[in-house]
T-cell receptor, first 112, second 116 residues
Framework: DAMVIQNPRYQVTQFGKPVTLSCSQT?????MYWYQQKSSQAPKLLFH???????NEADTPDNFQSRRPNTSFCFLDIRSPGLGDAAMYLC???????????FGPGTRLTVL | AQKVTQAQTEISVVEKEDVTLDCVYE???????LFWYKQPPSGELVFLIR??????QNEISGRYSWNFQKSTSSFNFTITASQVVDSAVYFC?????????????FGTGTRLTIIP
């Protein structure tokens, strides 16, 4: 089945220790998104890739970076996690910006 | 700017009751797309439906139905004969078609609890 996969499902890191979250897709979609979702809130878009073009949201902290080495994979790097970065991180893909976004199962990040 | 309002923060109903989740949106765009997503306790956002602004036909899928009314800028979601597995947070969302605004704008979500 075509799908969006996120690894790991749970990630524990220490304050200030860099962490990388992974997303892969078998849908062959050209757009990939990263969202941050904190408890009892709606997902908040961090950035997205349209093919190889990176689009950062204006309010996304510099602490968050992303890489998309190929169509299938996209990574979220948090350079120096703070306690406030503890959240669920959701990856999504779509076939064009106006198309339906399909989400992965998410990675729940804990910062100690 | 676009906006989606889900006024119901939490709803609890007894199993087998019908329940309607409200969604009101604001947009200046004439072409836009509306969505509903379900987020069970596991955390994954599950796509339920997409509606184009030029298609006001209501839709039924099993126990789920959606009522889209442009006149009132509403896109309500009804679950008939609710089941415990319907317990989740439901998000209504909007995408505009204007270049640069093609982002998914979420409502704040409605937490639905089905009581056995």
């Amino acid at each position: 089945d075509a799908m969006v996969i996120q690894n790991p499902r749970y990630q524990v890191t220490q304050f200030g220790k860099p962490v990388t979250l992974s997303c892969s897709q078998t849908l062959n979609h050209n757009v990939m998104y990263w969202y941050q979702q904190k408890s009892s809130q709606a997902p908040k878009l961090l950035f997205h890739y349209y093919d190889k073009d990176f689009n950062n949201e204006a309010d996304t902290p510099d602490n968050f970076q992303s890489r998309r080495p190929n169509t299938s994979f996209c990574f979220l790097d948090i350079r120096s996690p703070g306690l406030g970065d503890a959240a669920m991180y959701l990856c999504a893909t779509s076939n064009g910006r106006r198309d339906t976004q399909y989400f992965g199962p998410g990675t729940r990040l804990t910062v100690l | 700017a676009q906006k989606v309002t889900q006024a119901q923060t939490e709803i609890s109903v007894v199993e087998k009751e019908d329940v309607t989740l409200d969604c009101v949106y604001e947009t200046r765009d004439t072409t836009y797309y509306l969505f509903w997503y379900k987020q069970p306790p596991s955390g994954e956002l599950v796509f339920l439906i997409r509606r184009n602004s030029f298609d006001e036909q209501n839709e039924i899928s099993g126990r789920y139905s959606w009522n889209f009314q442009k006149s009132t800028s509403s896109f309500n979601f009804t679950i008939t004969a609710s089941q415990v597995v319907d317990s989740a947070v439901y998000f209504c969302a909007l995408v505009e078609s204007n270049f640069g605004n093609e982002k998914l704008t979420f409502g704040t979500g409605t937490r639905l609890t089905i009581i056995p």
